[in-house]
């Protein structure tokens, strides 16, 4: 399997255990398309009218910072703002799981990129719901807690 | 171009009108992608908080009936439920251009097919948005009324 293969891989992985956890989800085209006019995200997840954009990445040394393309932050973050959502780095670290990072407010190197110093720091997938989702949701949290 | 190839132009053309009139939009994946485990609309927009999922269809004929699979509708219908929004069919009709139909409440001939009598009794996209986005943006009604 080649890096672009896992990629998606990964993106439909995220796709499906959001939607089986209540969100109306859409994977984005593959990278590329369209994407000169207007950017995609890779993933978009909605919840009772709740929005959130992700791009996706995966790291292998959790330990290492990640960096992204700055470019790439600021198409989501546009996409974010016209949705009335919010922006999310969705990040894939082999045996700890997802974690997400706010795309607003990340470390900007001054090089055309910004950084996540500890990928593994970010929120787990119950904590990004928590953060999202009105409070009537929060019964959820408990009963699913053991779970993730 | 083949039929597919038309039905991509189709919705990236869409896709595109809506991001200038300043929606966040993302194409889904060409059906089948993942399309078993849940359902992916063709188009997914959202503004200001407000969320439509599409899926596109096009007709040569105006004047005829246009029939959708009932099993398509139903996905679309669940996905907006999901998210807390709304589901349209976005029907292309050659030299009249876009109109949209409420997926709810289409007709059911009972044999597995909703109905769309009349693919050109739709709405027209401004006339989409007027009936999606709240009354603060009726304003950009008036301003750009004449160009579409």
Redesign the interface.
Known sequence: MNVKEKGVRHE?EL??EL?ER?????????SG??AR??F??DI?A??????V?FEVKRVSDPSKPLYINKRQVTGLLE???????RAFIAVRIPGVGWRFHDAEGLEDTGGGSLKISKPSSGLKLIELEETLLPSSRKLDYYFTRGQT
């Open positions: 439909r796709a499906e939607w209540g969100w109306a989800v859409v994977r984005g085209p593959a398309s369209g006019k207007r995609q995200p978009v909605a919840r009772d009218g709740v929005i954009a996409w974010a703002r016209r949705a009335g959502g």
